[in-house]
């Protein structure tokens, strides 16, 4: 039987993240100023195909994160990475006394971080996901961590990113710790992905208790910019 994991975004989208979810047929997606994440059906038709290529637009780029299957001909894929995703296994999760809240007027410090250590994305609208935390030292923020996918009983730790002057110093360490004790706080599990090639995070992860649960993709394709099925114009 598949598990929530298999597909974090659609369970994510159908259960407590449902609020943010747009819908056209069978395809669900976040609002795209909050995350990339998208949900198609387990096998896509050419229906389903068609009705992402009208919630997205002609010639948009789709992220298609977790999709193994084949895109259609006239799609260009634009981007195909491999990824992983690890599971908590016995993480020493703890709260951290220099870890601060970050909220919607931290937002241009956190796109700022992000811009300069490219964690994966972070969007105008990421931080309303869950909590996010941060370290700052002189009133700058060096290093922030925090919630994006909420499938049920789970929450994936995301945007871990420290600023590379301050590398080195155990701050994603201790912010990863923090975000995991605010997860298991609420009983629940948490769980992040990066890519399979980055073998620095993969070390730390595995170190601090994550355990590797699956492979994934990481995959992006751009609508043809001239559609022919009569639903592929903006949906309002």
Known sequence: MSHVLDHPARAALTGPHAHFAERHGRIL???VDVTPWLALPEEPDADDWADLAALAGPGAE?????FRGEVPADWEITFQVEGVQFVDDGLAAAPDPEAVRLGPADVPEMLDLVARTQPGPFLPRTIELGPYLGIRRGGALIAMA?????PPGWTEISAVCTDPAFRGEGLATRLILAVAHGIRERGETPF???GA??????????SLGFRLRRTTAFLAARVPEHLTDERAVAVP
């Open 29 to 31: 997606r976040y609002p």
């Open 62 to 66: 789709v992220p298609l994160l977790g």
């Open 146 to 150: 925090g919630e994006r996918l909420h």
């Open 192 to 194: 992040l992905h990066t």
């Open 197 to 206: 090639g980055n073998t620095n995070a993969i070390r730390l992860y595995e």
